[in-house]
Structures are given as structure tokens and as C-alpha cells.
């Protein structure tokens, strides 16, 4: 697999001396050696124990470096690995672990599995692979000489990924309220990879001097289960740098966060919009206390103007660029430096243009493409005549990012969504994305989606994945998730309830153990909100619960959104 | 001082207006005893965004690291903060 092959050839200038650090996170650190070995000695030990098999394995926990060496190893021995972060509530989790299906789960953090499963804890790992937690002075030596020696021949012999297979799957929100495992290849990956890579290399403000030497440091603020992670950890992997991890917890605590964001020295800066704008609210957030961040990469939501402009103040010398992509296309495939006068003459600011290996079309009503036409090497060749602005339609994306296998076990929804297309002679593999939006020359400008699905604060959510969810809770009989807008911006979702016999004093025992006739319409809310929690990750959780007594339906008998929202 | 008196009446309903905006809850307004948190009212991302607005319309600028859940609990208490604030 190109992206293995391409990761091994850069450890190899990071193994001698002192190696340098690999990933980062709160005060644990791992080397590249360290990387590099224990993947390895993973990857000899999982395919001993299944020879042969090339399942999905699911890899449980939140930021740790341990993580990206099971990941790693997962790759090294012919597996995909599947993220799952440890802030989801068990319920997903175990539906995720469930369909993935494979007995063997790595599991960075503990989890409680019933014994069809056998997984491998943290402490397990360590001990496979000789971790030594004492770490002054490191003892290089153990690692190369003895103990590489002793396994060296069965790592030849492995049998990694190949291009063609998955090399990593990632859950998202579907509509049915099941997630969706959606697979991305090892061609998919090196695809992106390599572009960002360029991208980043080749940016005005590039962090990277002229030898290949410099060791950027990128920052990870999504978890491994938001493809927004596989930006910066391949970004950094690839070009020999380091990856540092914020976790949640820190995160969530404003004074630990500008602590850390202060200390990281960093070069690259990846996140959501949102992640930024929160940032931007502590006013040291700026070039005089983050000298050494030149690159700003945005991707999960459009950036929007008036964040651009607070941040260009703040890093006027940085470069800022704007990305977009769905997970089924490999974490962005268009984008664009934003610059001043960009900004000050687009409203919105456009998501860009497309990376060189894809092309993205506008399909209008009546089934009609306008395409970008094929870029070469990241440049428009000179004799292809740039595509006239588009109406507005649906963005398609065709190339070599298109998930290759779709969406895991689920035949149909695959058929639905992936496709050959065939542009100018050539055929592609194509999505069908659901998002709105419209071309001008090159670049792309999103404008939406066609369904229920909604980004807030970068997360991809569907509407109905969570009106499933309260389906679920004992009492709801109907539900419906309405977002709330600010500054035409998703601000928070509202969800819309009616529950069997529901009376303020008179509440349905099955919602919760209520003898309490204090029980008001709040304090249902809270439950309902904590019951909720048990099924779904937070970030999913609707911010207000209105109930409704009498459920409104248009005259077809379709629920009637429009009248549901007049009731706040 | 009577003016000082008026211009901080002044700013209370706008801080007030501001709140209910971002809580979406026209209730705070009035029930200044309310527990934003307990209440759901309030949380991590909405305190930020809190912040923002009360920079941006008011020109108060409270770092996010110095501020503790405690001190804004409530309606009432997000007042004396920021009047002790603004007075600094």
C-alpha cells in the first residue's frame, strides 16, 4: 500500500539519534521508533493470531497515541481499522462493534464486551510489545537491536493492505438512525494525502523549508471517528512530524485549552470553523503568542466571513484555507487560500476548487452535469476551457477520493448514493452528495443540503437519526428535530416531542419512575435529554425539548415542520 | 453616579436580551434566578458564544479562561459578573 510504503520510507530518516516525536498528547508522548516498532510488533502479533483474515477491526479510546499505533498495526497486517471514540455513549459503540462483527477489538480505552469477543486491552498491547514506561533514558538500543531482531523476519513477511482494500471505515449518522460505516481505501487515502501534503508545501507561508528535514507539528482537535482527524494525522505522519492531540477534557476546560494551544509550538492548525471561533474569543489567541502557526486549514462546515476576517486580523501572516469534502470522498477534496479581497467580495466564501484526481459536477433538476474541468498536477490545463458558472444543483464528486466499496453491509444504500459517470470519455467513480451547491469557473460554493442532514459545529448529522433515537425512549410516540438558526448559522437543534397520555402533572410512568408530582415540563426535558444521552454522542443532543400535545400535520398527513416551529 | 446608575440599568437589559438569545428562552429574562446549567439553558459552546456577543454588541471582553461556571450560574450572578467586569 502506497500510504505504508510512503510512511515507512519517512520513519526511516526519524529512527536514528534521538527520534524525534511521533504524536503527542497531554503529557504522554510517543517517538517515531517508538511508532514504528510498536505498529510493527502489533501488526506481527495480530497476524499471527488470524492468519489469513483481513476483517475490519474496531480501535476503542479517545486521543491516545496508542491509537495510531493500532491503527497502524491494523494496516501493517492486512486490516482496516475502524475509530471509535470513548465519548460516545456504549449503546453506539456496541452497535458499531455489533456490525463491524470481528471477534478481535483494540481497545485503547476499556469497554465492556461480552465474550464472543476477544479483545485486546491497553495493558495487553503494551506487554506484546515490550512498552517500557521508563522512559529516561530512553533506551533505543532495546528497540532496534534485541528486540528487532527477534521479530524482524516475521515482519517481512507480513502481509499488508493493499491499495484496493479498505484501509479505514468510518461511522457516520444515518438517516435510519443506524450509523453508517462508510470505507475508504488505501488509494483513497494516499489520494488525499498526497494533495494536502503538496497543498501545505507548497502554501505561501509554508512551515517547510527547502529540505525535507522540517518536522511540522500539526494540530489534532477532532476525534480519530471524525475523518477531520485523518487531516492532520496524515499530514503530519507523512512529512515526519509530529501530531498533537487535545483531548476532550481539555477541550472542554477554556483555561487548560489556551495553556496547551500555547505550548504545542504549533505549525498547522486543522479544525472545524467552530473550534476556531471559540478560539478566537480569548483575544491572546493571536500571531505574537502562536508565532509559529503559518497554516490554517478549515474543513467540516463553511468558514464564514466573519470568522475569516477575526482570524486574518489575528495571523495576518498565516495562510487560510477553506476545504471541503464528505467522509465518502476522503476528508476534503477542494480548496482555496482565502485572502482579504476574497472575502470582502464573497459572500459566502467559496469552498474552492477541486484537488487534481477529481472533478466535481453540478447535477441541475432535469439531470443536466456542468464539470470542472480535469485539472492537472493542481493546475487547470491552459487549452481546457474553465466551466461556465453553473446553475445551482447538486455537487457530484468523481474521481479517485469516491469511496471505492461504499458503505459497509449495506448494498443499497451504496447502489443509491455511488455511480460510473462518464465525463468527456472517461468514465469515474462518482457520489451523489446531497449538498446544494453551484459552480463559478472553478470554485465551488456549497450551499446546503437537499435533505435532512445538517453540520453543526462541524458534525455531520441527520435529522432523523436522532428523531429515531427519542422514537426509541419509552413514552414517545412522536418526534421531530428542528434545527434553530442564528446569523444564518445552525445554533442548536430543538427537538419536537409529543408522549403518550402526556399531561404536565400527569406523566407517563414509563418515562421515568414518577411518583414525583413536581415532575414539571423541565424537568421531563432533562430526563428525556439523559435518556437521550444513553443513545446518542453529545454533540447530537437536541438543546431544547418542546412537547406538543397535539402533533400538526399538513393535509396530506406529513408532519408540518413550518407549524411545529411557530409553536416556540 | 446617577448617570453611571442609568447606563448599567441599560447595559443589564442588553446583557439580559443577549442571554435570552442564546438560550433561546425568553425566560431568563425575567427569572434571574434560574440555574442555566442545571436548566440546560447554557453549556460549554453557548457560554462561548456568549462571550462573543457580549464583546461584539458591548465591548465587554471576558477571557474564556478566566471565567468559572460559578460565577455565571445564573441570570443574576452573569449581571454582578459583568458589572464588576465592566468597572475593572
Known amino acids: 500500500m502506497r500510504i505504508l510504503e510512503e510512511l515507512e520510507r519517512i520513519a526511516s530518516h526519524r529512527l536514528e539519534g534521538n527520534?524525534?516525536?511521533?504524536?503527542?498528547?497531554?503529557?504522554?508522548?510517543?517517538?517515531?521508533?517508538?511508532?514504528?516498532?510498536?505498529?510493527?510488533?502489533?501488526?506481527?502479533?495480530?497476524?499471527?493470531?488470524?492468519?489469513?483474515?483481513?476483517?475490519?477491526?474496531?480501535?476503542y479510546g479517545h486521543k491516545s497515541p496508542w491509537m495510531v499505533v493500532a491503527f497502524l498495526a491494523c494496516m501493517k497486517?492486512?486490516?482496516?481499522?475502524?475509530?471509535?471514540?470513548?465519548?460516545?455513549?456504549?449503546?453506539?459503540?456496541?452497535?458499531?462493534?455489533?456490525?463491524?462483527?470481528?471477534?478481535?477489538?483494540?481497545?485503547?480505552?476499556?469497554?465492556?464486551?461480552?465474550?464472543?469477543?476477544?479483545?485486546?486491552?491497553?495493558?495487553?498491547?503494551?506487554?506484546?510489545?515490550?512498552?517500557?514506561?521508563?522512559?529516561?533514558?530512553?533506551?533505543?538500543?532495546?528497540?532496534?537491536?534485541?528486540?528487532?531482531?527477534?521479530?524482524?523476519?516475521?515482519?517481512?513477511?507480513?502481509?499488508?493492505?493493499?491499495?484496493?482494500?479498505?484501509?479505514?471505515?468510518?461511522?457516520?449518522?444515518?438517516s435510519t438512525g443506524d450509523p453508517k460505516g462508510v470505507q475508504i481505501s488505501g488509494s483513497n487515502l494516499w489520494s488525499f494525502t498526497k494533495w494536502i501534503s503538496d497543498l501545505v508545501r507548497s502554501s505561501p507561508h509554508s512551515p517547510f523549508t527547502n529540505d525535507y528535514q522540517t518536522q511540522i507539528r500539526c494540530l489534532n482537535q477532532a476525534p480519530f471517528s471524525f475523518d477531520l482527524s485523518a487531516m492532520d494525522l496524515y499530514l503530519a505522519l507523512i512529512s515526519g512530524g509530529t501530531v498533537c492531540s487535545i483531548p476532550r477534557h481539555v477541550i472542554d476546560d477554556p483555561k487548560q485549552l489556551f495553556n496547551a494551544l500555547f505550548s504545542l509550538n504549533l505549525d498547522v492548525w486543522?479544525?472545524?470553523?467552530?473550534?476556531?471561533?471559540?478560539?478566537?474569543?480569548?483575544?491572546?489567541?493571536?500571531?505574537?503568542?502562536?508565532?509559529?502557526?503559518?497554516?490554517?486549514?478549515?474543513?467540516?462546515?463553511?468558514?464564514?466571513?466573519?470568522?475569516?476576517?477575526?482570524?486574518?486580523?489575528?495571523?495576518?501572516?498565516?495562510?487560510?484555507?477553506?476545504?471541503y469534502g464528505p467522509t465518502e470522498t476522503t476528508v476534503a477534496v477542494t480548496e482555496v487560500l482565502v485572502t482579504p479581497e476574497i472575502s470582502a467580495t464573497e459572500q459566502p466564501l467559496p469552498v474552492g476548487k477541486a484537488k487534481p484526481g477529481t472533478r466535481i459536477c453540478i447535477m441541475d433538476g432535469g439531470g443536466g452535469l456542468t464539470a470542472t474541468p480535469v485539472a492537472e498536477g493542481g493546475a487547470v490545463a491552459a487549452s481546457v476551457a474553465v466551466a461556465a458558472a453553473s446553475c445551482e444543483g447538486e455537487i457530484i464528486i468523481a474521481g479517485d477520493s469516491v469511496s471505492l466499496a461504499g458503505y459497509f453491509k449495506k448494498p443499497e444504500q451504496t447502489a443509491r448514493a455511488f455511480f460510473e459517470l462518464n465525463l468527456d470519455g472517461q468514465t469515474y467513480h462518482a457520489y451523489h452528495t446531497g449538498d446544494l451547491g453551484y459552480l463559478k469557473g472553478e470554485q465551488l460554493y456549497y450551499q446546503g443540503r437537499m435533505d435532512s442532514q445538517i453540520k453543526l459545529h462541524g458534525y455531520r448529522i441527520e435529522l432523523g437519526d436522532i428523531e429515531r433515537n427519542l422514537l426509541q425512549l419509552p413514552g414517545v410516540e412522536h418526534a421531530a428535530v428542528l434545527p434553530s438558526y442564528r446569523r444564518g448559522q445552525i445554533h442548536s437543534l430543538t427537538a419536537y416531542v409529543q408522549c403518550v397520555q402526556f399531561?404536565?402533572?400527569?406523566?407517563?410512568?414509563?418515562?421515568?419512575?414518577?411518583?414525583?408530582?413536581?415532575?414539571?415540563?423541565?424537568?421531563?426535558?432533562?430526563?428525556?435529554?439523559?435518556?437521550?444521552a444513553q443513545l446518542l454522542p453529545d454533540y447530537m443532543l437536541p438543546r431544547k425539548v418542546v412537547f406538543v400535545s397535539d402533533w400538526p400535520m399538513t393535509e396530506n398527513g406529513k408532519l408540518d415542520r413550518k407549524r411545529l416551529e411557530g409553536l416556540v | 453616579m446617577n448617570e453611571n446608575k442609568g447606563t448599567s440599568d441599560t447595559q443589564?437589559?442588553?446583557?439580559?436580551?443577549?442571554?435570552?438569545?442564546?438560550?433561546?428562552?425568553?425566560?431568563?429574562?425575567?427569572?434571574?434566578?434560574?440555574?442555566?446549567?442545571?436548566?440546560?439553558?447554557?453549556?460549554?459552546?453557548?457560554?462561548?458564544?456568549?462571550?462573543?456577543?457580549?464583546?461584539?454588541?458591548?465591548?465587554?471582553?471576558?477571557?474564556?479562561?478566566?471565567?468559572?461556571?460559578?460565577?455565571?450560574?445564573?441570570?443574576?450572578?452573569?449581571?454582578?459578573?459583568?458589572?464588576?467586569?465592566?468597572?475593572?
Not at chain 1, 414509563?510 to 426535558?525: F, G, I, R, V
Open chain 1, 19 to 59: 527520534s524525534p516525536v511521533a504524536l503527542c498528547y497531554d503529557d504522554e508522548e510517543l517517538s517515531w521508533l517508538e511508532l514504528s516498532s510498536y505498529s510493527d510488533r502489533l501488526a506481527v502479533f495480530l497476524d499471527r493470531t488470524y492468519p489469513g483474515d483481513r476483517q475490519a477491526i474496531v480501535v
Open chain 1, 77 to 174: 497486517s492486512g486490516h482496516a481499522y475502524c475509530p471509535v471514540d470513548s465519548y460516545y455513549p456504549t449503546q453506539r459503540v456496541l452497535r458499531i462493534v455489533e456490525t463491524v462483527a470481528n471477534p478481535c477489538v483494540l481497545m485503547i480505552e476499556p469497554l465492556a464486551l461480552d465474550e464472543s469477543y476477544k479483545p485486546l486491552s491497553l495493558t495487553e498491547i503494551k506487554k506484546l510489545v515490550n512498552f517500557s514506561s521508563d522512559r529516561a533514558p530512553f533506551n533505543a538500543a532495546s528497540l532496534t537491536k534485541s528486540g528487532e531482531s527477534a521479530h524482524c523476519s516475521t515482519v517481512d513477511r507480513l502481509c499488508p493492505l493493499r491499495d484496493d482494500e479498505t484501509c479505514y471505515m468510518i461511522f457516520t449518522s444515518g
Open chain 1, 270 to 323: 486543522v479544525s472545524t470553523p467552530s473550534f476556531v471561533d471559540l478560539c478566537l474569543t480569548e483575544r491572546d489567541f493571536d500571531e505574537t503568542h502562536l508565532p509559529g502557526l503559518k497554516i490554517f486549514l478549515f474543513c467540516g462546515e463553511t468558514l464564514t466571513n466573519r470568522s475569516y476576517d477575526k482570524l486574518q486580523q489575528r495571523f495576518p501572516h498565516a495562510d487560510i484555507y477553506n476545504t
Open chain 1, 503 to 532: 399531561a404536565p402533572d400527569k406523566v407517563t410512568p414509563d418515562l421515568t419512575s414518577l411518583n414525583d408530582p413536581a415532575l414539571d415540563e423541565a424537568k421531563l426535558a432533562q430526563l428525556l435529554r439523559e435518556d437521550l
Open chain 2, 12 to 88: 443589564a437589559a442588553q446583557i439580559l436580551k443577549i442571554l435570552a438569545e442564546i438560550c433561546e428562552d425568553d425566560s431568563v429574562m425575567t427569572d434571574r434566578k434560574v440555574d442555566l446549567f442545571k436548566e440546560n439553558l447554557l453549556d460549554s459552546l453557548s457560554v462561548t458564544e456568549l462571550l462573543v456577543e457580549l464583546d461584539d454588541q458591548l465591548g465587554i471582553y471576558i477571557s474564556p479562561a478566566e471565567i468559572e461556571r460559578e460565577q455565571i450560574r445564573t441570570p443574576e450572578l452573569l449581571l454582578q459578573f459583568v458589572e464588576a467586569r465592566s468597572k475593572r
